[in-house]
């Protein structure tokens, strides 16, 4: 059973900078899995931010986050990282990390919430001068 677990959440001022990570558990063999970053802020639904395919050849980004995001994975260390440049106020959520198997090393990510079997516990990110 794959288990995920992220951290590097906390409290920054706008314009600054954090990096969440995403560590796998349980199957190390993280190549195998796309892996999405998705965030919910209070009152609102769960919104994908960001896909990476299983080998990194391939990312997607929310048009929300484009530019100031950056997604990559280190898969010797069963661990994403999501880049958090220019933080705004807008990005305040708790975010998530989740992983669906890619069967081929070609499957693209997507940024769609039912594509994923496997949930992370989340790391509040929280923009606020």
């Known amino acids: 059973q794959l288990q995920l677990v992220e951290s590097g959440g906390g409290l920054v001022q706008p314009g600054g900078s954090l990096r969440l990570s995403c560590a796998a558990s349980?199957?190390?063999?993280?190549?195998?899995?796309?892996i999405g970053w998705f965030r919910q802020a209070p009152g609102k639904e769960r919104e994908g931010v960001s896909c990476?395919?299983?080998?990194?050849?391939?990312?997607n980004y929310a048009d929300s986050v484009k530019g100031r995001f950056t997604i990559s994975r280190d898969n010797a260390k069963n661990t994403v990282y999501l880049q958090m440049n220019s933080l705004k106020p807008e990005d305040t959520g708790i975010y998530y990390c989740?992983?669906?198997?890619?069967?081929?090393?070609?499957?693209?990510?997507?940024?769609?919430?039912?594509?994923?079997?496997?949930w992370g516990q989340g790391t509040q990110v929280t923009v606020s001068s």
């Open positions: 989740a992983a669906v198997p890619a069967y081929l090393p070609s499957r693209l990510c997507v940024l769609t919430i039912s594509e994923y079997d496997y």
């Open positions: 349980g199957f190390t063999l993280m190549n195998y899995y796309v």
């Open positions: 990476i395919s299983s080998r990194g050849g391939s990312t």
